[in-house]
């Protein structure tokens, strides 16, 4: 048994109504399959026209009895209505597909005529639509006003998404991601343009201008008679030599010739026109007040032979990223705690030398001047030497001259050294100098401190020199020559060192030493008595309490 075709409730109808009786009946049968209820033969097709429908049932159904009461159409059920919207998406959207399953179905020719027909008024309707919407035609269903923009047209115009994206639209998309629209605040009103008729109508009549008085014409008059006092009209204008009197009527005579200026049409004449006029320009100095441009800077490393050029390169990036070498970083540690000992040895040298020179007695114009004597001393005797932080030697030289003399210097009971050349007209002054000042209970009372703090400097030395490069290591201290360099730096700052404390206000004998200033209150306290600390769980301290213990005497 072939298969039922599909057939919708529309065009089950319709096919009834031309069939005769008999074959009504068998239909009718297969066609109850997909229907809820009786079948309608008083239900007109929207397609056929009632004259030929009401024609058609009179043909097919001869026997029928006209008198009944026609049944009225109740309401279609919702698988009804969804076969029907089906086979109306299948004969609009399906294309070929569509025209073969109306081909196929069984239906009469008639039926095919109507349905192909259907169809094509149906194309024709969205074709006819979307040119209303292109031309803004109004009473069109999709229709827009004539002052709708283009982008509303393309959008009611477009087509239905068939799941690719047109190149039109995907490159609008990508302007409008690209430039952003302004916001609705900054947006100007849309302008509509209005034909120009009657009413605007522009009048190109020339008309007077308007009538101006007596005193805007002389005030006028005024203004412009000034723009011709300087072009030597009168004789007896002396402001300007007879040289400039002929410049500026060349000037003018250029300016308000009637013609046009004769300019050159040649590359070569155009060049000669500019180069006399920057010529002129600069003549008149107006290119003195140029500011000049900065100059370029100029690395004298970056064509020094004796440098590589991949480690010129490399130390480049390091500075420019502000990178530092691991071995930098231990000199700057190792720099910073020799500064911190040095500052405060020289700093407790001062102090302890300013007193102890003070206290031999003597006006301040004596204390000052042995100072000078010492001072004086210290340079002869004792000269100032390098810092070790700033030499750069290899330490695994054992025969190094540097090294070598700093070992020497460095050893405490060294006596065999060689003495300083001295001229002969000084010898008389060196002899009537005094000895450097030393304190050697000072130096016995800090040699603790200066060893341990030696000792730590020559540790960081000794780390720093086994990751540094070969020529960045540096020697060990010394606690000889850093007091050495010590007295050779504090001798010549004794003197003012004197005068300062001299010129401090003096203490009172009465408050203790770098207290503060007390006030009245601080009176009552019992200065000098012995504090008395009470332990009690229930503090009952008052008012009465305070005043007992202010006003009684100490010894109760």
């Known amino acids: ?81 969804r076969l029907e919207e089906a086979t109306g998406e299948a004969l609009l959207a399906g294309g070929r597909a569509g025209l073969r399953a109306v081909r196929d179905a069984g239906f009469s020719e ?3 005529n109507r349905l192909l027909e259907r ?38 115009s477009a087509r239905p998404w068939t799941g690719e994206e047109a190149v039109p639209d995907a490159v609008l998309r990508m302007l409008d991601d690209t430039r952003r629209p302004l916001r609705p605040g900054l947006r100007g009103k849309p302008r509509i343009p209005v034909p120009r008729g009657a009413e605007h109508v522009v009048d190109m009549r020339v008309r007077r201008g308007p009538v101006v008085g007596a005193g805007e014409r002389a005030a006028a008059a005024r203004d412009r008679a000034a723009a011709y006092a300087g072009m030597g009209m009168k004789e007896a204008d002396v402001g300007l030599s007879e040289a400039e009197r002929e410049a500026v009527r060349r000037e003018f005579r250029e300016r308000f010739s009637p013609g046009a200026r004769g300019m050159p049409s040649t590359v070569s004449g155009l060049a000669a026109l500019a180069n006399e006029r920057i010529e002129d320009a600069i003549a008149r100095g107006q290119f003195k007040d140029i500011p000049r441009g900065k100059g370029v800077e100029r690395d004298d490393r970056a064509s020094n032979p004796f440098v590589d050029t991949t480690e010129y390169i490399m130390n480049n990036m ?16 190792l720099s910073k705690a020799a500064h911190v000992f040095r500052a405060r040895l020289r700093n407790d040298w001062k102090r302890h030398a300013a007193r102890m020179i003070a ?19 210290e340079e002869a005797q004792n000269p100032r030497q390098r810092n070790v ?13 540097v090294m070598a003399n700093l070992r020497r210097q460095a050893w405490p009971g060294d006596s065999n050294r060689p003495a300083a050349e001295v001229a002969p ?62 007295f050779a730096d504090v001798a010549p700052l004794l003197a003012n060192e004197i005068k300062e404390r001299a010129a401090r206000p003096s203490k009172s004998m009465v408050d203790s030493g770098g207290a503060a200033p007390r006030g009245i209150l601080d009176r009552f306290g019992k200065e000098g008595s012995p504090a008395r600390i009470y332990e009690s769980k229930a503090p ?4 009465k309490e305070m005043w007992r213990d202010l006003w009684s005497r100490p010894g109760r």
Request: aromatic fraction near 6%.
């Open 318 to 333: 390091i500075k420019r990223q502000e990178i530092v070498p691991p071995w930098i970083e231990k000199q700057q540690e």
């Open 110 to 112: 008639d039926l095919k």
């Open 359 to 377: 206290s031999r007695g003597g006006s301040l114009q004596e204390q000052i001047s042995r100072a000078v004597a010492f001072a004086r001393a």
């Open 425 to 486: 007209g000084e010898d008389e002054t060196q002899a009537t100098l005094p000895s450097p000042f030393r304190d050697p209970s000072w130096e016995a009372t800090e040699r603790s401190y200066m060893e341990l703090a030696i000792s730590n400097l020559n540790s960081l030395a000794r780390s720093y020199n086994l990751m540094a490069p070969e020529l960045a290591k540096k020697p060990y201290f010394s606690l000889a020559r850093e007091l050495n360099n010590c």
């Open 540 to 543: 009952q301290y008052g008012f």
């Open 389 to 401: 932080d700033q030499m750069s030697v290899p330490t695994n030289s054992t025969d190094d001259a």
């Open 119 to 156: 169809l094509a008024s149906a194309r024709a309707d969205a074709s006819l639509a979307a040119e209303a919407v292109e031309e803004g035609e109004e009473g069109v269903v999709g229709g827009i006003p004539a002052a709708a923009g283009q982008g509303t047209r393309d959008v009611a």
């Open 1 to 81: 048994m072939p298969p039922i075709p599909f057939l919708c409730r529309q065009c089950a109808r319709a096919l009834l109504r031309d069939l005769p009786n008999p074959q009504r009946n068998r239909v009718t049968r297969f066609a109850r399959l997909y229907s809820q209820r009786a079948p309608d033969t008083n239900t007109r097709h929207p397609d056929v026209s009632p004259k030929t429908q009401d024609a058609a049932e009179d043909d097919a159904s001869p026997t029928t009895n006209k008198s009944a009461p026609p049944d009225p159409d109740p309401e279609p059920g919702p698988m009804t209505r």
